[in-house]
């Protein structure tokens, strides 16, 4: 089983930035995809951002321009976060697939078998 950990959450002001990291317990080289999801209190989980270990990346139209997925998809991933607005405030979490292909939808949370705990993100006005 791969274990995943989140670390970088915390409290900003509308317009900070946070960089969060998600750091993997997997080794060995493959195919794999990465994704940032996150949920607010009421709401679903809802796409963020992923990445392939091809480099293929996909960010949520709420995002585009303010958020930039990067790293390696087979062993740590980065979420740099820019242009905070209190709609962002969630739980995010890390999510990484089985292996073995190339992920085609990275949005649908299907597409990943293992999540990460969550780390916080706050955005005050």
């Known amino acids: 089983q791969v274990q995943l950990t989140e670390s970088g959450g915390g409290l900003v002001q509308t317009g900070g930035s946070l960089r969060l990291s998600c750091a993997t317990s997997?080794?060995?080289?493959?195919?794999?995809?990465m994704a940032w999801f996150r949920q607010a209190p009421g709401k679903d989980r809802e796409f963020v951002a992923a990445i392939r270990s091809d480099g293929v990346k996909n960010h949520a139209d709420s995002v585009k321009g303010r958020f930039i997925i990067s790293g390696d998809a087979r062993n740590t991933i980065y979420l740099q976060m820019d242009n905070l607005k209190p709609d962002d405030t969630a739980v995010y979490y890390c999510?990484?697939?089985?292996?073995?292909?190339?992920?085609?939808?990275?949005?649908?949370?299907?597409?990943?078998?293992?999540w990460g705990q969550g780390t916080q993100v706050t955005v005050s006005s």
């Open positions: 997997r080794r060995s080289a493959g195919r794999y995809a």
């Open positions: 999510a990484t697939d089985r292996g073995g292909t190339i992920v085609s939808s990275l949005p649908t949370r299907s597409a990943y078998a293992y």
